[in-house]
């Protein structure tokens, strides 16, 4: 934990970059894997994952490369201390923007790293210490950090489209405010404020009754 501190914060990131990789080497069934093969994925060089990792010890084994499954671990552990879940906002309008500025979820561990818009018109334009960007700027994006959630705060018909652009991207997990019911294999939350309204009403006519 000591020398974790000397550890430059490129590393720190690029560290969370390998371990999806392994992650996703781990899901084809790869067992083991040279530095080479998760540089070329990344499109980085081989020399610098081999540098990155040797901060935490010898991992690999010459000849054999590194055990998918052991380093994913090890990655899990080192960068797993001060866990942040990266999350994405879809959309910068009224819900998008009261969210980045939300300080609340920044103590939960809950990190807003981007938000995206469709209208050129609000692109470039800052939301707290966030730039919004151009949702065709995501595949971009999504190369170069690890995003974990994305909020969906777009229009009802601009919803699912963002849904399956997301997917593909690699994204874990949905927050969603269109009132729409989205169509994914992957964990979703709805947060719909009118059924909290109708549920508070429910209960309000009950008790008066
Ligand atoms: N769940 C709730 O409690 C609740 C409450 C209010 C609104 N909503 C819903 O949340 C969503 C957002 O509401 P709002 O008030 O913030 O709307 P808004 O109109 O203020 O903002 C929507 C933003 O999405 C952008 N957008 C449109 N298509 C896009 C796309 N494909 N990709 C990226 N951005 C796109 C628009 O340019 C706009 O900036 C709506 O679906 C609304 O119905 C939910």
Known sequence: MENQKKIP?????????????????????????????????????????????????????????YNTYELMTKLEKIIGVN????????GAGNIGTALVNYEGLRKEKFSIIGIFDADRS????????????????????FKKNIVEIAIIAVPENAAQMMVEKLENLGIKGFINFAPIKLRTKLPVEDVDITLSFKSLTFKIDRELK
């Open 122 to 141: 609000k692109v470039g334009k800052k939301i707290g210490k966030l730039t919004i960007k151009h949702i065709s700027e995501l595949e971009d994006f």
């Open 9 to 65: 914060k490129p590393v720190i990131k690029r560290l969370g970059l390998y371990y999806r990789c392994l992650n996703r080497l781990s899901d084809e069934g790869i067992d083991f894997v040279a530095s080479k093969d998760i540089a070329e994925r990344l499109g980085i060089k081989s020399s610098q994952v081999r540098k990155d990792l040797s901060y935490f010890g010898e991992f690999g084994k010459r000849g054999v490369g």
């Open 83 to 90: 866990k942040y879940w990266n999350v994405i906002v879809i």
